[in-house]
Antibody, heavy 117, light 110 residues
């Protein structure tokens, strides 16, 4: 069965960076993209971007370009999301999702990132 | 593309039907012929879960009381008979041009 296991909660100071991992299993990793979606407390969903697990090509949301980097390690079937210059409004639950033909079909449990001085 | 859901809150009696509408600011029909409109369910304290993809296709394991319909810019999610486990927030999502989500509709039991 498809599983996405994410790294643990993080607390960061404003201006710092955070790197969240997402380890996939139960499917052929390189055949599908991974997308990242975040959700501020009590708020809706915000798409951050996606990365092809086959060739590493990325597509980032315009608002996050310049601060966001997504990478893939095919040897461990793990995707990474690196967000820099953190602000308080980056505090959110961060989800990785498997992408099948643009559908976000499986979701990880989420990683809570708190940005606070 | 802006996605607008109505209502934002829907109190429903157990066993009764429920309906959520989603309107997009432009047509979601992609040049490849597909319409990338999906519905997600988020139960309290859980990550979102895919229910319906490409307007009307139920994802694996989704009960057949859930159905999706629509075309162009207007889409609907229907639950034929609401059960207690259906409580949560429902989001529509488009992936035709980048990805955007509706604001969410909170389904609660009366």
């Amino acid at each position: 069965q498809v599983q996405l296991v994410q790294s643990g909660a993080e607390v960061k100071k404003p201006g710092a960076s955070v790197k969240v991992s997402c380890k996939a299993s139960g499917y052929s990793f390189i055949e599908y993209a991974i997308s990242w979606v975040r959700q501020a407390p009590g708020q809706g969903l915000e798409w951050m971007g996606w990365i092809s697990a086959y060739n590493g090509i990325t597509n980032y949301a315009q608002d996050l370009k310049g601060r966001l980097t997504m990478t893939i390690d095919t040897s461990t079937s793990t995707a990474y999301m690196d967000l820099r210059s953190l602000r308080s409004d980056d505090s959110a639950m961060y989800y990785c999702t498997k992408v099948d033909s643009r559908d976000l079909d499986y979701w990880g449990p989420g990683t809570l990132v708190t940005v606070s001085s | 593309i802006v996605m607008t859901q109505t209502p934002l809150s829907s109190p429903v009696t157990l066993g009764q039907p429920a309906s959520i509408s989603c309107r997009s600011s432009q047509s979601l029909e992609h040049s490849d012929g597909s319409t990338y409109l999906s519905w997600l369910q988020q139960r309290p304290g859980q990550p979102p879960r895919l229910l319906i993809y490409k307007i009307s296709n139920r994802f694996s394991g989704v009960p057949d009381r859930f159905s999706g319909s629509g075309a162009g810019t207007d889409f609907t999610l229907k639950i034929s008979r609401v059960e207690a486990e259906d409580v949560g927030v429902y989001f529509c999502m488009q992936a035709t041009q980048s990805v955007t989500f509706g604001q969410g509709t909170k389904l609660e039991i009366k």
